[in-house]
């Protein structure tokens, strides 16, 4: 019974992630492009928690204390960035998804930035760890 209710589970979250896959592809309303945009930001911190988390592996104490520094600011950087970029549509219905989408951009290139620093090669002077 366990199995049979965790199989059906697992195939109603895949069928679930699915048809949000295909309702963002054909999303119309400001409301779905909103969600999707949610979505893609949830996805892109999600996999920058996942990277910072296993870089912080390979760090002293004391340069973890300072990444931790570092990933502060440069979150508040993101987060008013962002905000300028879409103040544009500041107080509209577009608003949310705009904020949402230039936080998922900015996020994923972060991802790109620390998974770097993680695989640094041995002499690289401008990598902290290897």
Same mark, same amino acid.
């Given at each position: 019974?366990?199995?049979? $209710? ?6 109603? @979250? ?8 295909? =309702? ?18 949830? !996805? ?14 390979? *760090? ?6 300072? @990444?931790?520094? $570092? ?8 987060? %008013?960035?962002?905000?300028? =970029? +879409?103040?544009? $549509?500041?107080?509209?219905? +577009? ?12 996020? &994923? &290139? ?5 998974? $770097? *620093?993680?695989?640094? %090669? !041995? ?8």
């Amino acid at each position: 019974m366990y199995i049979k $209710v965790t199989i059906t589970g697992i195939s109603l @979250l895949l069928a679930s992630s699915l048809a949000m896959a295909d =309702e963002c592809a054909n999303a119309t309303t400001q409301l779905a492009l909103n969600q999707c945009a949610a979505k893609k930001f949830n !996805e892109q911190d999600k996999a920058l928690n996942r990277t910072y988390g296993e870089y912080r592996k390979k *760090l002293t104490e004391e340069q973890k204390k300072k @990444l931790t520094e $570092v990933q502060q600011i440069w979150i508040n950087f993101r987060d %008013k960035t962002c905000a300028f =970029e +879409a103040s544009g $549509v500041e107080g509209g219905s +577009a608003y949310p998804m705009a904020l949402a989408f230039c936080k998922a951009d900015k996020t &994923a &290139a972060r991802v790109k930035e620390l998974n $770097v *620093l993680n695989n640094c %090669k !041995e002499g690289d002077t401008n990598c902290p760890a290897f």
